[in-house]
């Protein structure tokens, strides 16, 4: 497990260039902040989470129970569950707007358009709603 990336994976990468194409600018990995936020945009008063489906149990196609140590699986998985729970809370009480990306919605078989992701985050940034989640279809 220590080999398994945390920052810059694949999806983080993706949605950041693509809003950097945008014209948005941003901090990444903001350990002043509760959870970390993958990005934050100061001037929106905005973070995005791009969520791994695995390691944060999300009910799709990318998420499987390992079939080995499952209490350990399970106790990890759970912990990392009450923990995004109270960051967002934390975050949301803050005063700061929060986007959740799933894996599941950059790749795999209900994957969306990269472009349809970025219009979605721009929008959400150009709002004032306070919470968006995008995931898979």
């Not at 944060?56 to 729970?85: A, V």
């Amino acid at each position: 497990m220590a080999n398994i990336k945390g920052k810059n994976t694949k999806p983080e990468l993706l949605v950041r260039s693509g809003l950097h194409r945008l014209g948005y600018r941003f901090k990444i990995h903001d350990n002043s902040l509760p959870g970390k936020p993958d990005i934050k945009l100061t001037k929106y008063r905005s973070v995005i989470f791009i969520h791994g489906c695995f390691w944060h149990k999300h009910n799709c196609h990318l998420f499987k129970m390992p079939s080995t140590r499952q209490d350990f699986w399970r106790s990890k998985f759970e912990t990392n569950q009450i923990n995004d729970k109270e960051n967002l809370k934390k975050l949301y009480d803050f005063g700061w707007r929060i986007c959740v990306i799933w894996e599941c919605s950059l790749k795999g078989k209900t994957k969306l358009p990269l472009s349809k992701i970025l219009n979605f985050c721009d929008e959400w940034l150009k709002s004032s709603d306070r919470f968006l989640e995008i995931k898979g279809t």
